[in-house]
């Protein structure tokens, strides 16, 4: 396509216009502009931008990007095992604290639930409650009669919080400091 | 963060942005704002439908995938405008196809082709007689424009169809902006010439 210079064409249409590159494309020739306005705007078939997103490469979005780097950091600055131990660490306290809890409690809690049957729980939940007074108490005894028994529970509970947090704080640091190198 | 964004009120920089950080519902708001234009563009340079559908994917696929190389400074419409019009002058150099027929293209030579390659037009009117002049009037624009020479076509479409300014036209057929004056002065004459009995 060879340029064309605008001195050599329309010279005079231009003149007398001013500069055309400040008129809107109606002001410049209203009824052919009315015209092509009017043209269809074609569309491509349904379907089309599944087609295209199928072939393009899209970043993961933000929050995985972070956790992976996250990862990687980890396994770079051989930190891996400790965030191992808090997250082992981390699931056991909620087991602990279950067990430990069920166990202590479970005379004051199957108190309780006999205490809403008298104020009129309905009967669907009747056997319901009584089963889980039982069961309570089965587990009571049976965790009495392990070598360790509730007391340990409530021991491990108790003395994983603070390992928790100590670990959740080196592993702060630890990225941190990363994040500064990099 | 997808929930938060208010995609129709945003800038192109500012959905590419998104997009670039991996959000599908700015490729997909991308999608929403350019696929009729380009289509149209290039679905009137190169007159095929099925051809026009794989240039406007091929067109979307290099623009989507190279967002990381879009420079926000300049704007989102140029350069996939230009992406789209040198694919559908790509195509034109090589099938030759510069001629038009609402009958079908000049290389239709099976019932499929001739129905591929012949331009829709719309209705855009209500009453028969309205209809029926709105088709015709249609029809004629659309083969005017088809027998244009392309790079007078993609020029006046993209003036009085798409309504895009000068310096932009200019920017996407990377011409001086005196030439793409000139093409669209051509242009008008070639097509008031072609149009005269249904300009009144």
């Known amino acids: 396509m060879k340029p064309v210079d605008l001195d050599c064409v329309g010279k005079n249409e231009m003149n007398d216009r001013n500069d055309v590159t400040k008129l809107t494309p109606a002001e410049e020739d209203p009824v052919l502009h009315r015209h092509l306005a009017a043209v269809t705007a074609y569309a491509p ?28 950091e980890l396994v770079d ?43 009129g729980i309905p009967s669907l939940w009747t056997a319901a409650s009584s089963d889980m007074s039982r069961t309570l108490s089965q587990l009571e005894t049976r965790m009495a009669a392990l070598p360790l028994g509730s007391e340990a529970l409530r021991a491990v509970a108790a003395g994983s919080i603070p390992v928790l947090a100590v670990c959740a704080w080196g592993l702060s640091r630890t990225m941190r400091a990363k994040r500064r190198e990099g | 963060m997808n929930q938060a964004l ?15 950080d991996g959000v599908e519902v700015a490729y997909r708001e991308l999608l929403r704002r350019y696929e009729r234009p380009v289509f149209s563009l290039i679905y009137r340079m190169v007159r095929d439908r099925e051809l026009a559908e794989d240039l406007t994917q091929e067109t ?39 001629t038009l027929s609402l009958e079908g293209g000049p290389d239709a030579v099976t019932p499929d082709r001739v129905e591929a390659t012949s331009l829709q037009v719309g209705d855009i009117s209500e009453s028969p007689l309205e209809e029926l002049e709105a088709r015709e009037l249609g029809s004629a624009i659309e083969l005017a424009i088809g027998r244009l020479r392309p790079e007078y076509r993609a020029c006046i479409i993209m003036r009085h169809v798409d309504g895009r300014p000068y310096d932009e036209i200019a920017e996407i057929l990377d011409l ?21 009995p249904l300009r009144e």
Request: glycine share 8%; proline share 3%.
């Open chain 2, 176 to 196: 001086p902006l005196g030439t793409v004056k000139t093409y669209i002065h051509r242009a008008r004459a070639e097509l008031r010439e072609t149009l005269g």
């Open chain 2, 60 to 98: 979307f696929v290099k623009v989507l995938n190279a967002l990381d190389r879009y420079r926000p400074e300049f704007k989102f419409s140029s350069w996939i405008f230009k992406i789209a019009n040198n694919a559908a002058i790509d195509q034109l150099r090589r099938k030759e196809l510069d």
């Open chain 1, 77 to 119: 600055t051989g930190r891996v095992w400790l965030w191992i131990g808090a997250v082992t660490v981390g699931s056991l306290i909620p087991l602990a604290v279950l067990l430990g809890g069920g166990t202590t409690f479970a005379t004051e809690i199957g108190a309780g639930i006999d205490w809403m049957f008298q104020k």
């Open chain 2, 6 to 20: 208010d995609l129709t009120a945003a800038t192109d920089q500012q959905v590419v942005g998104w997009a670039r």
């Open chain 1, 45 to 72: 078939r349904a379907l089309f931008d599944d087609h295209v997103l199928s072939r393009v490469w899209r970043p993961d979005p933000e929050w995985i990007r972070n956790v992976r780097f996250a990862g990687e």
